[in-house]
């Protein structure tokens, strides 16, 4: 639980305002049965006789009731403006607490390296972010709140009993230690079973996650009732771990209430022997018995205390788990590298965590400002590892990247990835209007940017349709887009930014043809300006004829080099998929005649 200390420090004086009301608070409720005790031996007990054993005439029985009940009334309202004040402060902590550790957590998850999210699914972060600000609000609620109170409760009763008796406050004592330590030895079973359902709940985030972003594959395979069964699967699986959790609580709060009352019975047995003895008055037996309600009515909450600290140390492990990985690299001392004018890979090996070969193995290129290159090759051959070495999703194993002279390793990756644009094989787009998607990589464009961006990537239809312009929602309620049309999107958010380094993976792979011509049309257009780097992945030859060098890759290495036409020359594996398109193009082209 250190961290929870940690993260509760900045508050100190929070939590030390909020003990200190829950202190007045309790205390002063705790003056109520005392004030009543003394009201039933001064005037029920004898109405007609004073405390000085002299006559007490109606007067003054009127003035000495009334004065002990508005004692009675002003205790209670302090006790209530401090519990007004106590929650309060309580909630102010807990909502600060909650939002630092949840904000803490995802700035960590958000610089994690790419890879760790590769090997987890999305919703699994997002459920441990979740439940530790959960459990841990709950926690710190009871602490306060509940655990404080009991504490004062006892130190009042503590001094109160001794006072009146010795015999008395070994009890109390001795009764709420055994129901505390009974209580703690009977929830490390539930402990065992919280973890696991923890983990079985992060592990149904995730996949409840993934069924409803590939909903569309979901459905149109006819798999609904499939999933849901997988998914009732894992849900009915932590319902039985709930149900056992259930038990144990029933079975704990069943034990606790059989100690509390034996110990109330306990308790009166004593108090009436020490009547009997003339120790104690009837008052102040009726305010030792409203003593042990308050006492050992908040101590059968000492089981959900400790449930509610089970929990938040399980979410707490998790949270630190997630925290203890390791952020993406960066440099102490970054090199700044500037305007991105040469890029060069030097004998660049790569692996991934769980293959077995290579993806990349010892290859080398250059390119300087102005230049376009092209990579090709069959499924596998690592054009996609490439590009993520190259924007820095992936580091390498062996070899180095290089900007203008600099090594990857020199520098800070967000410096160079400001200077991207960058479009992927798959559209990713997010919810909101045409405006707020292509603003979102650079926020002070002008409309006149946005609209020329849009014309460049041929969104000239797309946007003629669209009702309320920039300003038109995509998706549910909105714009309908097929997935030219949002790669189309993808292409003009990319050249929003005037980016030094222009990034193409697959861009094309999810157009007609004649929409793939305008695009590459703009391609080569943007290339010939040769105001940036320009590398392209591509699967269609016809989308990077047009590169001043291709590079085509088997196996994660590069096995030929050069120009459209040279590589026609070499009839190598370049000649052969070449030679394979034009093949399936004069196929369609006959089909469709």
């Given at each position: 639980m250190k961290i929870l200390l940690t993260y509760l420090k900045p508050y100190k004086w929070h939590v030390a305002l909020a003990l200190l009301l829950a202190g007045i608070n309790q205390t002063f409720s705790m003056f109520d049965p005392m004030i009543f005790g003394k009201l039933l031996d001064q005037y029920a007990s004898h109405p007609k006789i004073g405390a000085d054993g002299l006559p007490r005439n109606e007067e003054a029985y009127i003035r000495g009731i009334s004065s002990m009940l508005l004692l009675l009334v002003g205790t209670a309202m302090v006790?209530?403006?401090?519990?007004?004040f106590q929650d309060y402060t309580v909630n102010v902590i807990i909502q600060k607490f909650g939002a630092k550790i949840f904000t803490d957590g995802l700035k960590h998850s958000m610089r994690l390296p790419y890879q760790e999210f590769e090997d987890q699914r999305s919703g699994e972060t997002l459920s441990i972010l979740s439940k530790v600000r959960t459990d841990t609000e709950k926690f710190i609620g009871y602490v306060i709140n509940v655990l404080f109170g009991i504490i004062v409760a006892v130190v009042f009763v503590s001094i109160y009993a001794t006072r009146l008796h010795w015999s008395i406050m070994p009890i109390y004592l001795g009764g709420a230690g055994l129901i505390a330590a009974v209580t703690n030895l009977l929830s490390k079973k539930i402990k065992v079973i919280q973890k696991t359902i923890v983990k079985e709940t992060t592990s149904l985030a995730g996949s409840t996650t993934e069924s409803l972003r590939n909903i569309e594959l979901v459905k149109s395979l006819g798999l609904t009732e499939q999933e849901v069964k997988r998914l009732n699967n894992n849900t009915y699986k932590i319902l039985g771990l709930e149900?056992?959790?259930?038990?144990?609580?029933?079975?704990l709060s069943f034990i606790q209430g059989t100690m509390v009352n034996f110990l109330r019975q306990v308790i009166t047995f004593t108090l009436m022997w020490l009547m009997f003895k003339e120790v104690l008055t009837v008052g102040q037996l009726i305010s030792l018995q409203f003593y042990s309600f308050f006492i050992f009515g908040p101590l059968q909450e000492i089981g959900s205390i400790i449930m509610s600290y089970r929990e938040a140390e399980a979410s707490l492990t998790n949270f630190h788990n997630l925290m203890l990985k390791k952020v993406e690299p960066k440099p102490l001392e970054p090199t700044l590298v500037g305007m991105v004018e040469e890029l060069e890979f030097k004998n660049v090996t790569f692996k991934h965590q769980t293959a077995t070969y290579n993806a990349?193995?010892?290859?080398?290129?250059?390119?300087?400002?102005?230049?376009?290159?092209?990579?090709?090759?069959?499924?596998?051959?690592?054009?996609?590892?490439?590009?993520k070495l190259l924007v820095g999703l992936y580091r390498t194993n062996q070899g180095s990247i290089e900007y203008n002279g600099i090594n990857g390793n020199d520098m800070d990756f967000d410096e160079l990835r400001n200077q991207i644009g960058f479009v992927t094989q798959d559209t990713q787009l997010f919810a909101g209007t045409i405006r707020e998607n292509l603003t979102f990589v650079y926020p002070s464009a002008t409309e006149a940017d946005v609209l020329d961006a849009l014309h460049k990537s041929s969104c000239d239809n797309l946007l003629a349709r669209a009702d309320n312009g920039l300003d038109t929602m995509i998706g549910e309620g909105g714009l309908k887009l097929s997935g030219g049309e949002k790669q189309r999107l993808s292409i003009a958010r990319?050249?929003?930014?005037?980016?030094?380094?222009?990034?193409?993976d697959e861009a094309t792979s999810a157009l007609d043809s004649i929409t793939?011509?305008?695009?590459?049309?703009?391609?080569?257009?943007?290339?010939a300006?040769?105001?940036?780097?320009?590398?392209?992945?591509?699967?269609?030859l016809s989308t990077i004829m047009h590169a001043d060098r291709i590079y085509v890759l088997e196996k994660g290495q590069v096995v030929e080099t050069g120009s459209h036409q040279q590589l026609l020359?070499?009839?190598?594996?370049?000649?052969?998929?070449?030679?394979?398109q034009i093949g399936e193009r004069k196929l369609l082209a006959a089909a469709q005649a």
């Open positions: 006790s209530r403006i401090a519990k007004a149900l056992r959790k259930v038990k144990n609580i029933r079975s990349l193995d010892g290859i080398s290129f250059d390119v300087k400002k102005g230049e376009t290159i092209a990579f090709v090759g069959p499924s596998g051959a690592g054009k996609s590892t490439l590009v990319a050249l929003l930014r005037h980016p030094h380094l222009l990034i193409f793939e011509e305008e695009i590459t049309n703009t391609i080569r257009t943007i290339s300006e040769k105001e940036q780097i320009t590398v392209m992945i591509a699967h269609r020359e070499e009839k190598g594996l370049y000649y052969a998929m070449w030679r394979q």
